[in-house]
C-alpha cells in the first residue's frame, strides 16, 4: 500500500515537471517540425495541389472554398462588364432603341456579377443572355463554364475526399493507455490492448512497433530516434487478426529484445519511445489506413495484467465490457527478463542432473570400531 502510495504522490507532483517529448501522440499525430526550407521546397507543395488541399485544416479548406467561388464570381462579372462597356451597352452611353446588346439587361457592375454567378453555377434566370451580336462575349461564355466545372469538381471533390478519408476510421480504433509487463504463457511479454469501436472488420490487419531511443555508434555518432524494429503477435499472428473483438497483443521478451537487459527498477529511468502501428484495409470501402499511438516509460507498467472484458451472456452472446478496458491488476512478475531465465536454466540443470558450484565437501572423522 505504501509502495502505491509513494508512486501516486510521484505522479501527481512531479509528473507534470518531468514529460517527455513525444514523437507521436497518444491519438497518432506526428509531432515533428521542419525548419529551414528552401523556397524550391516549398513550390513542390504547390505542384502536387490535390494532397496539399486534403491535408488542409477544415478552416482553411472552406475559405479557400469560399475564396475560389466568390473570386471567380467577381472577375468573370469584371469581364462581362468590360465587355458591356466596351460594346457601348451600358445605359450612360445612351443606346438607341435599335441597339443589341452583347449581353441583355448588364446596366451596371452589380447586374454583370449576377450574370457571372448565373452563368458558372447554371442557373439561368431568363432575363439576361447572351446575344449573337458578339464573339466575344461568346467565346467568355464559353470559357467561364468550362473553368466554372473545373472549379465545381475539383472543390466538391476535395471536401468529398475529404469527409471520406480512411483517416476518420481509424479513429474508431483505440489502444490501451498504458502497457503492461507481465508473464504470458511462461514467457515475460510486454502487452497492449487494442479495440475496434465499429462491427465492420479491417481487412487484412497488420500490427508492428518500433522502439524510438537515442543511441550511439562505436563510431562515436549520436543517433537521435533511431529506430528498432518490435515484433507484436496475438495467439495467431500478427497479419490476418480476425478483430471482432478487442485484442491484447504481445512482445516476447527475449533475447533479441530491447527490452531484455531492463528491470522493473530501471525501467522509468529509461529514455525510449514505443510506437504502435496498426494497418488495415477498411471493409465498407476498401482503402487503407493506418493507427498509430505511442508509449513512454512511465506509460509502461511492470507487473500487471489487463482486466478480462470478453463475456457470455446466458443467451449465448458474447458481451464485450469496454469499462475494464484500460484497467491492470498487479500479478507476480518477474523482477527482469533475464532473472526468467536464468531461474529457467538453473531449473533445467537440477534436472539434468549437474554439480551445484556452490556445495562444500566437509570431511568427517570415523572412528574405526574394529580396534580390539
Known amino acids: 500500500m505504501f509502495k502505491n502510495l509513494r508512486k501516486w504522490f510521484v505522479t501527481r507532483f512531479f509528473g507534470h ?8 501522440s497518444k491519438d497518432g499525430r506526428c509531432n515533428i517540425e521542419f525548419g529551414n526550407m528552401e523556397a524550391q521546397s516549398r513550390f513542390i507543395f504547390f505542384v502536387d495541389i490535390w494532397t496539399t488541399v486534403l491535408d488542409l485544416k477544415w478552416r482553411y479548406k472552406m475559405t479557400i472554398f469560399i475564396t475560389a467561388f466568390l473570386g471567380s464570381w467577381f472577375l468573370f462579372g469584371l469581364m462581362w462588364y468590360v465587355v458591356a462597356y466596351i460594346h ?39 432575363f439576361r443572355c447572351v ?24 472543390m466538391c471533390g476535395a471536401i468529398l475526399a475529404k469527409i471520406s478519408r ?24 510486454l502487452l497492449i490492448r487494442v479495440a475496434n469501436l465499429r462491427k465492420s472488420l479491417l ?27 518490435i515484433n507484436f503477435v496475438v495467439d495467431a499472428g500478427n497479419e490476418n487478426l480476425f478483430f471482432i473483438s478487442p485484442l491484447t497483443i504481445y512482445h516476447i521478451i527475449d533475447h533479441n529484445s530491447p527490452f531484455f537487459h531492463m528491470a522493473a527498477e530501471t525501467l522509468p529511468q529509461q529514455d525510449f519511445e514505443l510506437v504502435v502501428f496498426l494497418d488495415g484495409t477498411v471493409e465498407s470501402t476498401s482503402a487503407t489506413c493506418q493507427v498509430r499511438t505511442s508509449y513512454v516509460p512511465e506509460e509502461v507498467l511492470w507487473g500487471y495484467r489487463f482486466v478480462p472484458i470478453v463475456s457470455k451472456t446466458k443467451e449465448g452472446k458474447y458481451r464485450v465490457d469496454f469499462h475494464n478496458f484500460g484497467k491492470t491488476v498487479e500479478v507476480e512478475t518477474p523482477h527482469c527478463a533475464m532473472c526468467l531465465y536464468n531461474e529457467k ?7 539434468r542432473g549437474y554439480d551445484n558450484p556452490n556445495f562444500i565437501l566437509s570431511e568427517v572423522n570415523e572412528t574405526d570400531d574394529t580396534k580390539m
Request: with cysteine.
Open 166 to 189: 480512411p483517416k476518420k476510421r481509424a479513429k474508431t480504433i483505440t489502444f490501451s493507455k498504458n502497457a503492461v509487463i507481465s508473464k504470458r504463457g511462461g514467457k515475460l511479454c
Open 203 to 229: 481487412i487484412s490487419s497488420h500490427i508492428y512497433g518500433k522502439l524510438l531511443k537515442t543511441t550511439v555508434t562505436p563510431e562515436g555518432e549520436t543517433i537521435i530516434l533511431d529506430q528498432i524494429n
Open 17 to 24: 515537471s518531468r514529460q517527455r517529448a513525444r514523437l507521436v
Open 88 to 126: 457601348k451597352d451600358l445605359p450612360e452611353f445612351h443606346p438607341s432603341v435599335n441597339h443589341t446588346p452583347c449581353v441583355e439587361n448588364i446596366n451596371s457592375l452589380t447586374s454583370a456579377f449576377l450574370f457571372s454567378l448565373e452563368t458558372q453555377v447554371t442557373i439561368g434566370y431568363g
Open 345 to 351: 536454466d538453473a531449473r533445467f540443470r537440477v534436472k
Open 131 to 154: 446575344t449573337e451580336q458578339c464573339a466575344t462575349a461568346i467565346f467568355l461564355l464559353i470559357f467561364q463554364s468550362i473553368l466554372g466545372v473545373i472549379i465545381n469538381s475539383f
